[in-house]
């Protein structure tokens, strides 16, 4: 198992509100797996996915991944972890507004020292994957949304990550566009062998991937 959660629990406290935004939530995660993870608004869908990637904190419960407790490991390390081996995808793209689309692709490589020769090359390779290559020098504001979806993509798959975590990927697409992209998150998956957890309100998606997890008020529920 790539991932597996334990009894996790979450809560919010703000001042005397408390939210349990998760609650003795199980789970495991094969690698290879594309899941979309569904339910209504405010389920704690977003939460999970944070929780899993190691981006926020549980308060009940472990989290392995690869047989790795989350709990065992530093804040540095956990970040370490998610620079070289995870991806993320989010909806509102992320993109720098000043970098040209290569640029921001080659961000995460730079990051992690890779030369530069090395992360143009590898930059322009990733933007060729997602069918971008013509775009490379445009930035953001010259693109299209799924054109800039395609570039997220791109950054976030651009060190080859094991793992990949997409909140609402095609949130801001058309139904037409966020087939496409979710095609092309298939074939990466496909040719890469690489594990996809995906927030979709998207039926298509739910339809598309291996497993629906579906959702409910800080639970899996199932149907
Ligand atoms: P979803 O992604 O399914 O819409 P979220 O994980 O964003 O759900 O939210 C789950 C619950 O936790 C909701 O009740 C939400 O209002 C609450 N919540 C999310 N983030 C915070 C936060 N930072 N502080 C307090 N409550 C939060
Ligand atoms: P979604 O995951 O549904 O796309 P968000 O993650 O932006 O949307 O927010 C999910 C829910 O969490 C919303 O209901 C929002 O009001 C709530 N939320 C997010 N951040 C906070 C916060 N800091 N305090 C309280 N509630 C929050």
């Not at 199980?26 to 977003?46: F, N, Q, V």
């Not at 507004?97 to 992360?119: H, Y």
């Not at 290559?133 to 990550?161: F, K």
């Amino acid at each position: 198992m790539i991932v597996k959660a334990q009894q996790i629990g979450k809560i919010y406290r703000n001042g005397p509100l408390r939210v349990e935004a998760l609650r003795d939530l199980s789970l495991e995660i094969a690698e290879g797996e594309i899941i979309a993870l569904m339910g209504p608004s405010g389920c704690g869908k977003t939460t999970l996915l944070n929780c899993l990637s190691g981006l926020d904190t549980i308060d009940a419960g472990d989290i392995y991944i690869r047989g790795d407790n989350l709990r065992d490991l530093s804040e540095r390390e956990r970040t370490n972890y998610r620079a070289q081996h995870m991806g993320f995808i989010f909806q509102d793209f992320n993109l720098l507004p000043v970098l040209s689309a290569i640029e921001n692709v080659e961000l995460p490589l730079l990051v992690t020292k890779v030369p530069r020769k090395q992360a143009r090359q590898r930059a322009m390779e990733m933007l060729a994957t997602v069918g971008l290559s013509a775009r490379a020098r445009h930035r953001p504001a010259e693109l299209s949304g799924g054109q800039r979806q395609r570039v997220t993509i791109a950054r976030a798959l651009v060190n080859n990550p094991d793992l990949v975590w997409a909140d609402e990927p095609t949130g801001n697409l058309d139904s037409e566009t966020a087939g496409e992209i979710m095609d092309l998150l298939l074939q990466l998956n496909h040719e890469r062998h690489q594990t996809f957890v995906i927030v979709t309100h998207a039926q298509e998606i739910g339809m598309l991937a291996h497993r629906v997890i579906h959702m409910r008020d800080g639970k899996i529920t199932f149907l």
